[in-house]
């Protein structure tokens, strides 16, 4: 299981900035292709789950089901969140291929 190189990965990626959290702005960094992975925590509610899905497939952004909120908030050392945005190709890359082989979350 690759939880703990993921949550490398965030926590590395969160201390350089190059994460976007919360709904409204990962939208508004999704509609600029700004971001190059959308991370969706699992208990997002199905309203947060279709218009994230929607719109990243729409710009062609991948998007992967992963944790939960309060996992994903511990993981970039903050509050509960529901969605990240990964700003950085390089860390979007690194994070898709942990995600890949440990939970397979494709939404």
Known sequence: MNHSKVQQFLGLAQRAG???TGEELVVKAVRAKQVHLVI???DASENTR??????SRSYDIPIRLFADRYRLGQYIGKEQ???IGVKD????RE???YMEQDE???V
Request: aromatic share 4%.
């Open 89 to 92: 190709p390089g860390f979007a």
């Open 81 to 83: 969140r529901v969605v």
């Open 40 to 42: 969706l925590a699992g």
């Open 18 to 20: 190059k994460l976007v």
């Open 95 to 97: 994070l898709l291929k």
């Open 104 to 106: 397979g979350g494709n």
């Open 50 to 55: 279709k218009k994230l899905t929607d719109k």
